[in-house]
């Protein structure tokens, strides 16, 4: 388990040149202190490679982060409906079979990513296939810092990634 004193060595290592005054240490402190630290470290990694500068911004990390507790949560999220083919997957057993991902995820190093995404697929008589994505675009988030690149424009002109297009829509 991470703390945030590492998470700020980190920070220091990976932005060597970015100093903060007394009152923008106090406002990471505050903002970020108080955060997941494990989940954080993974944001602040992702930031790096999505931000190569000689200079972070709270924001991107802030924002890092949330992407990731978002893509956690979805994947571990119920689904109430079945699947369009009639597999009989028992929603219980899928649901306890994305938390144990998620542990597993979270303990994983970039270099486990091709033993989780096979542990996952191997899954998927028993997951809901819905499931499993959610899990894997964790597992790419976390491990590799990878984010899915084709989406929907949104009328706001926004993008929405195609493994959210059926929420947007009001489907589940």
Do not use: C
Request: proline share 3%.
């Amino acid at each position: 388990m991470r703390t945030w004193d590492e998470n700020k060595a980190a920070i220091h290592e990976l932005w060597p040149g970015n100093t903060f005054t007394d009152e923008e240490a106090k406002l990471w402190r505050e903002d970020l202190g108080s955060l997941d630290q494990d989940t954080l470290y993974d944001a602040i990694r992702n930031v790096k490679r999505n931000h190569d500068t000689g200079w972070v911004h709270l924001k991107w990390i802030m924002d890092e982060y949330r992407q990731l507790k978002q893509a956690k949560s979805k994947a571990v999220r119920q689904i109430d409906r079945g699947e369009k083919l009639d597999l009989h997957i028992d929603a219980d057993e899928s649901h306890k079979l994305a938390s144990q991902f998620m542990a597993l995820i979270d303990i994983s190093r970039p270099e486990d990513f091709d033993a989780v995404e096979g542990k996952v697929l191997d899954a998927l008589p028993r997951m809901f296939s819905k499931t499993a994505v959610r899990v894997l675009i964790y597992a790419r988030a976390r491990l590799l810092g990878q984010r899915p690149q084709f989406g929907t424009v949104d009328r706001k002109g926004d993008v929405r990634p195609f493994n959210e297009v059926a929420e947007f829509a009001g489907a589940n």
